[in-house]
């Protein structure tokens, strides 16, 4: 009986791991099912090629993903395993250097890949053997145009340039040399062919026009403008009177708000969270800036949990975030980290310097998102009507908030002479829920929890004690600071002398008790301290 | 700008000012004790001068036996001094006391007169006035009767007044005798040294002035006898005759070898009645010398008496203003917009005020000491603003006295045992 007991026991400890390891099996076996069915796009790079014009290609190819809302999974050449591509529909090499690729397996599943190949940069003969008949023109050191949906983005000196030497088809983007211009891109069959890519805002938007075609994505697009980095002491005067001034222009704008999960029952925020509304009142629309991970928190479980306390404080407080505005790191941290920025449906691809991580990595992607534009590259961007017309993509320029009105001018000054046609973002179809909430906005207005809100403002009247009071003015500060200064350096000067004094004392002061214990003729102590003599008074 | 700014900005150039002025003070005295050192005390060349020493006592049984016993033991011929003291209107044992040192020093030139209510107990002038009838030296001294000189004060005081004509007065140092009984008495021995060493050595060696600090000096007969005595309302009478002697056109120098030790209050009331009478002194003074800083004849006084008003006037008003105007700011009952210095700036000038009083105490034997760097320090926020109420206090009374038309009372200092 006990032995039977004991093979029973035996039995079971040899059958009981089966299901797990069977489960953890499954369970791969999904996430890789996953991993092939969710991605758009296998993006497969050579190198990062930090010491060349190159270094930000990568960065540029993976922010205009998640600016086209696209998810990707990205591998350099040498972390590509066999049979990785054969998963995707579509791949996109990104060639940054003229290097031979060492790796077979790439080589071999390139040569028999029958989806969708995106090819940017160097060629490398016989790696894909349609590429090698594109006819490449090689020009070094020259000054290009990019020339997109009607619009021409000047002045992009590049070192080395590639193109394809073909005359362009009609509408086609193009790269403007002179009085030459060549097809930006080339498609045949599955193979479409961009020979040369700078991290340049004018390639980044050409190279975003041919990606959005590839894609097959919807041809409309917006522009929008944002106003980044708002924080409770940023210049809320002036953020006010931007509102006040985009709003007599007939400009709509948005407000990236960076979150602030400390102290948010202080005055400051009230007064903060009133200048908001204010800013909605003036057509503008909230959107959640997400400052770089490095200077928030190193927890994203505490992260997540404050983002949520922000946000729920925010629509408390009458603040309808609509939006996200983010670097493209954003997108590399897992759904759960970044919960609940997540659950927004649109936002900002922020342009961020930084360079790319290498190893292999996934992207997220918000259900609509637009390219971050600096205010430059639209001044550099010429249109041959009166109106500026839209980029290709979807586009937000960042415009940050003017130090004072003469910038703010100068601002205005480029948006409206340039005629641009700016979105109202909150016309935009967003949507969120994030723990009680519900918001949603469109062309008919926003709505929180299926109710329309009004965005008009009501000033509410903040406590005395709570209330913003400008720092004192100071009278003839100039003189005080000046005198200040003076002063500071005459007395230390004093100070430093009279250092020297005490010194320079403790010496005499040495040599002369010296002197005076050694001289026994000096006897002038005083009477008190000749407490014998003073009963023998002569 | 309102009307409390323009009256903020002045009080911040009058501080300043004075703080730089007393800067240079502490530097030139410092240049004096040096050259001090250098020299060999001064000796009597030839005969040497008969000398009348004039102690005026009141009530001072506790510390006249000592202070005769000192004067007694001079290192000065016995023939060539007489010692006077002026027991005025005592109700204490000193006429006895010092009835048993002139029994028991029956060669030594030692009188003693004994005023009563009706020739005496007028203040210190009176008493001086009194003994300077019979005293008979071509150079009178002048001791408190808590003084402890030491053995060869009169002689360098002497020698100085007879080396130099244009001299009309020698003053020597004193010295506290009874700095180690508490903190007041440590505070009283620092600022004495601190005052001696910036106020009249600095003085001197800048522009030949001293004022006379009422005991422990020298001056001749002469002048005594021209100015008529002591101004007998002058509760202040030492200030009130260096003015005197400044004008007869002498010098008073200040002889740092020659000291004299004395007994400083050692409670707050004794001190703050003594230092109230003398505020209240000089502000006679000042009051009734203030027209020679417009007259042409009296350029050589003409600092002092700047010195004195802005000691007592200016930089008082200035205090109390600024004080006053910045309590009234914080209650919100007034509001100033001058943005003022900065606190950086204020606490070096506190470092600098106490390496500059920490200078005049290197001068002296055993003064030198961490603990007295920190009592500066403790000084600057109790014992002088404790000087600011004082002087408050004296100039209202002095007012008072003014208007009342009433002569101000001499108060006697209280004396402790020991």
């Known amino acids: 009986m006990k032995q039977s007991i004991l093979i029973l026991i035996a039995l079971a400890l040899m059958v009981l791991p089966m299901p797990a390891i069977y489960g953890e099996e499954t369970v791969n076996q999904e996430n890789i099912s996953m991993t092939i069915n969710t991605k758009d796009v296998l993006l497969i790079y050579d190198q990062l090629a930090v010491d060349t014009v190159y270094r930000n290609n990568l960065n540029t190819v993976e922010t205009l993903l998640s600016a086209l809302s696209r998810t990707a999974e990205i591998v350099s050449i040498d972390d590509y395993s066999v049979g990785q591509m054969s998963g995707y529909q579509k791949l996109i090499i990104l060639k940054n250097t003229e290097n031979p690729i060492t790796n077979p397996d790439f080589i071999h599943d390139c040569q028999n890949y029958s989806g969708a190949l995106f090819y940017i940069g160097f060629d490398v003969s016989g790696l894909i053997p349609a590429l090698d008949s594109f006819p490449i023109s090689r020009q070094m050191g020259r000054t290009v145009s990019v020339n997109l949906n009607g619009l021409a983005i000047n002045s992009i000196w590049v070192d080395d340039l590639r193109v394809i030497n073909e005359l362009p088809g009609s509408g086609e983007t193009t790269i403007g040399v002179g009085t030459s211009d060549y097809p930006f891109s080339k498609t045949i069959n599955r193979l479409t062919y961009v020979p040369t890519l700078i991290g340049d805002p004018g390639f980044t938007l050409g190279l975003g026009e041919i990606l959005k075609d590839w894609f097959g994505l919807a041809t409309s697009a917006d522009m929008t403008l944002l106003i980044p980095d708002i924080y409770p002491f940023s210049d809320l005067n002036m953020v006010i009177k931007t509102s006040d001034a985009f709003y007599a222009n007939g400009i709509p704008f948005a407000l990236g708000v960076i979150p602030i999960d400390d102290n948010i029952n202080f005055p400051a925020m009230s007064r903060f969270y009133q200048v908001l509304r204010y800013v909605q009142s003036r057509n503008g629309t909230i959107i959640v800036h997400r400052p770089s991970p490095a200077t928030v928190s190193d927890s994203t479980t505490v992260l997540s949990e404050k983002m949520y306390v922000v946000i729920t404080k925010m629509v408390e407080n009458g603040v309808y975030p609509l939006g996200l505005a983010s670097g493209e790191s954003l997108f590399f941290d897992e759904v759960s980290k970044v919960n609940p920025l997540n659950l927004f449906s649109t936002g900002i691809i922020l342009p961020d310097d930084g360079i790319t991580a290498s190893g292999r990595k996934e992207t997220w992607a918000l259900s609509s998102a637009s390219l971050g534009i600096n205010l430059e590259t639209i001044a550099n961007t010429s249109s041959p009507n009166r109106n500026f017309g839209n980029y290709p993509i979807n586009t937000t320029i960042i415009m940050p908030l003017p130090e004072n009105e003469a910038m703010l001018v100068a601002q205005l000054g480029i948006i409206n002479h340039k005629w641009l046609s700016l979105t109202d973002y909150k016309r935009l179809d967003n949507y969120w829920t994030i723990g009680q909430n519900t918001i949603a906005s469109s062309a008919s207005g926003i709505r929180v929890n299926g109710l329309p809100v009004s965005l008009s403002y009501d000033e509410e009247p903040i406590e005395a004690d709570y209330r913003y009071q400008k720092p004192p003015e100071y009278s003839l500060e100039k003189i005080f600071t000046a005198g200040n200064i003076f002063l500071l350096t005459v007395v230390g000067i004093i100070i430093v002398i009279f250092i020297m004094i005490v010194v320079f004392s403790r010496r005499v002061y040495l040599n002369k008790f010296r002197k005076v214990v050694n001289n026994n003729d000096e006897n002038n102590e005083p009477v008190i301290k000749r407490q014998d003599q003073e009963g023998k008074t002569p | ?418």
Not at chain 2, 114 to 136: M, P
Request: proline residues 2%; hydrophobic residues 45%; aromatic residues 14%.
């Open chain 2, 1 to 418: 700008m309102n009307g409390f700014d323009y009256i903020m900005l002045v009080n911040i150039f009058l501080i300043w000012s004075l703080l730089f002025v007393n800067i240079v003070l502490i530097v030139a005295g410092y240049v004096y004790y040096l050259k001090v050192e250098k020299e060999q005390p001064p000796e009597i060349i030839g005969e040497y001068p008969f000398v009348s020493i004039m102690v005026p006592a009141h009530n001072e049984g506790v510390v006249i036996v000592k202070t005769v016993a000192a004067l007694l033991a001079f290192d000065y011929p016995w023939d060539r001094y007489e010692i006077i003291v002026i027991n005025d209107n005592s109700s204490d044992n000193s006429a006895e006391l010092l009835k048993e040192i002139q029994d028991t020093n029956p060669s030594r030139n030692l009188t003693v007169i004994n005023t009563d209510n009706i020739s005496g107990g007028k203040g210190k002038s009176n008493a001086l006035n009194i003994g300077y009838q019979q005293a008979k030296g071509e150079f009178i001294a002048i001791y408190d009767a808590d003084n402890t000189p030491e053995h060869k004060a009169l002689r360098y005081l002497a020698a100085e007044l007879k080396a130099d004509d244009s001299l009309g007065a020698v003053i020597g140092k004193f010295r506290t005798r009874n700095k180690e009984v508490n903190l007041l008495t440590r505070f009283i021995n620092i600022e004495t040294l601190s005052f001696q060493w910036m106020a009249q050595a600095g003085r001197w060696q800048l522009m030949k002035l001293c004022t006379i600090p009422g005991t422990n000096f020298i001056l001749r007969r002469t002048i005594i006898e021209a100015i008529g005595g002591w101004d007998e309302k002058a509760v202040a009478e030492d200030t009130e005759i260096s003015f005197r002697i400044y004008l007869m056109g002498y010098k008073i120098k200040f002889q740092p070898k020659a000291v004299t030790w004395e007994q400083e209050p050692q409670t707050w009331a004794v001190w703050f009645r003594q230092r109230t009478r003398w505020v209240k002194g000089n502000v006679y003074v000042l009051i009734k010398n203030i027209g020679y800083l417009v007259d042409k004849d009296a350029r050589k006084i003409r600092f002092d008496i700047f010195y004195f008003l802005s000691t007592y006037f200016l930089l008082l008003t200035a205090l109390v203003v600024s004080d006053v105007i910045f309590v009234m700011n914080m209650a919100g009952l007034v509001s100033t917009s001058i943005q003022g210095f900065s606190n950086l700036l204020w606490f070096t000038a506190f470092v600098m005020f106490i390496l500059g009083v920490f200078i005049a105490l290197t001068t002296e034997k055993g003064e030198m000491t961490v603990s007295n760097f920190f009592i500066i320090a403790l000084m600057y926020v109790t014992y002088c603003q404790m000087w600011i109420i004082v002087t408050v206090y004296g100039v209202f009374q002095y007012l008072k006295d003014r208007i009342k038309k009433q002569d101000s009372k001499w108060y006697k200092t209280e004396r402790f045992q020991g």
